[in-house]
């Protein structure tokens, strides 16, 4: 829970009369959960319509705590469920309505600390046996059209199972192509990353083959976590060079 500093001038964040707070007070009100919030944030998400703080009369915005509670709530979607910002106005909406919704589950999004092994990146193994979405729910999720699943799945981007659904990882991977997409990315932009994604699963199978051809059903076992293990590294490894290259590119 968001705890939002009381009114009054010795704190000089809130109005005394009225009990609204600045837009410097919100951050650091939402920086003790989201430490990576900014102002710019703040901002992009009034223009998206998921806020609507107060104005004085010279324009500057005064937000209420029910404004940072639903703040909250907004970044706790985007940083535990990884929504687009489209499905989480509608399910905000339909809260407003009255409405018993659920969120829709987009797969496990966990920040990779220094050492982590794998099993706690990924979840434990029973949590990643199976769960499958039809192709309806993908689209419904992702907040997409047909067509435009239909163009994702024509650069192999993503790709129904035998029997018709899909992997729940599918709607992370759609939901995070969607927010690329903002920004002018579109799919066949995509297509080298498919392919390194590829290589990495290859390299990964590569290594623990042998395991889970092994006699004994112990050795087979481990073979599961060291998948995940390495898996986890993977990621992170790439994820430290495409941070390092964009250091270089930006000096």
Do not use: C
């Not at 990495?200 to 998948?227: F, I, K, S, W, Y």
């Amino acid at each position: 829970m968001l705890r939002t500093p009381s009114g009054g001038a010795g704190n000089g964040t809130t109005a005394a009369d009225s009990g609204l707070m600045s837009i410097g007070a919100v951050l650091n009100v939402l920086r003790e959960e989201f430490p990576e919030v900014t102002i710019s944030k703040i901002r992009f998400l009034e223009t998206e319509g998921l806020i609507e703080p107060q104005r004085t009369p010279s324009g500057y915005r005064k937000f209420s705590a029910e404004d940072v509670e639903r703040l909250g709530h907004v970044l706790r979607m985007q940083r535990d469920h990884y929504l687009p910002l489209k499905v989480i106005r509608e399910h905000l909406e339909a809260l407003e309505r009255g409405e018993d919704v659920r969120l829709p589950s987009l797969g496990r999004q966990r920040d990779v600390g220094d050492g982590e092994r794998l099993s706690e990146l990924f979840g434990e193994p029973e949590e990643t046996t199976a769960a499958r979405i039809g192709r309806t729910e993908l689209l419904a999720a992702a907040a997409v059209e047909e067509d435009q699943l239909a163009e994702w799945e024509s650069y192999g981007l993503l790709a129904a199972l035998q029997d018709g659904t899909y992997d729940a990882e599918a709607v992370t991977v759609a939901a995070l192509m969607v927010e690329l997409g903002r920004f002018g990315i579109e799919p066949r932009h995509l297509r080298a990353m498919k392919a390194a994604a590829d290589r990495e699963a290859g390299l990964v199978d590569q290594v623990v083959a042998p395991l889970r051809r092994h006699r004994n059903p112990q050795t087979r076992a481990h073979a599961e976590d060291r998948t995940r293990e390495l898996a986890g590294l993977t990621v992170k490894l790439h994820a430290a060079l495409v941070q390092m290259e964009l250091g270089v590119r930006l000096r």
